[in-house]
């Protein structure tokens, strides 16, 4: 099964911006992978922020927006605010299966 | 209230079974399809099984093929997984988790393989 990479670690100051990716080994990842993006804080269950790419759900903040760059999906937070402290994992979909992403470590500071 | 629950985890000796179950409210469940996800601890997400609405289509990680099976009961709205020939890095946290858009998710249930 395919491997897919994500960033171990990022830091971002408050009000910053931070651009999570999210790679594929079999090649680009494009929306045929409807790429997903999923937010965990400690000891929580995840919760998704963004699916098919770049499609938010209700309760996600308008701050993360999701899309392709350079042949990778992308979790693009602007105006980072203390409480998006938390692991973001991408997923993406292959034929038969779908893969996590190791996960990135997201700290505001 | 929409929600999933799980349920059915434990401790269990290697080369044990277990059956988690997964209990769906408040949203048409026959309509969606559902994917067990796992979490070892203090490790990142591990897709485990995918389910059709139907149950026609049935998918597994490479990790746990042969050993588990993923099933539904849509007049109970209730997921299942059973876990056969459990090893010690079966011990995760079980999550279900509803399909097309991954909108919800239960809180887990705890699975730890060990003598």
């Known amino acids: 099964q395919a491997v897919v990479t994500q960033e171990p670690s990022l830091t971002v100051s408050p009000g910053g911006t931070v651009t999570l990716t999210c790679g594929s080994s079999?090649?680009?990842?494009?929306?045929?992978?409807?790429p997903y993006w999923f937010q965990q804080m400690p000891g929580q269950a995840p919760r998704t922020l963004i699916y098919?790419?770049?499609n938010k759900h209700s309760w996600t903040p308008a701050r993360f927006s999701g899309s392709l760059l350079g042949g990778k999906a992308a979790l693009t937070l602007s105006g980072a605010q203390p409480e998006d402290e938390a692991d973001y994992y991408c997923?993406?979909?292959?034929?038969?299966?779908?893969?996590f992403g190791g996960g990135t470590k997201l700290t505001v500071l | 209230e929409v929600q999933l629950v799980e349920s059915g985890g434990g401790l269990v000796k290697p080369g044990g079974s277990l059956r988690l179950s997964c209990a769906a409210s408040?949203?048409?469940?026959?309509?969606?399809?559902m994917n067990w996800v796992r979490q070892a601890p203090g490790k990142g997400l591990e897709w485990v099984s995918f389910?059709?609405?139907?149950?026609?289509?049935?998918s597994y990680a490479d990790s746990v093929k042969g050993r588990f099976t993923i099933s539904r009961d849509n007049a109970k709205n209730s997921l299942y997984l059973q876990m056969n020939s459990l090893r010690a890095e079966d011990t995760a946290m079980y999550y279900c988790?509803?399909?097309?858009?991954?909108?919800?998710w239960g809180q887990g249930t705890k699975v730890t393989v060990s003598s």
């Open positions: 079999t090649g680009a990842v494009t929306s045929g992978h409807w």
């Open positions: 997923l993406l979909s292959y034929s038969a299966y779908v893969v």
């Open positions: 389910i059709s609405s139907s149950g026609s289509s049935i």
């Open positions: 098919d790419t770049n």
């Open positions: 988790a509803r399909g097309e858009q991954w909108p919800l």
């Open positions: 408040g949203f048409n469940f026959r309509s969606y399809s």
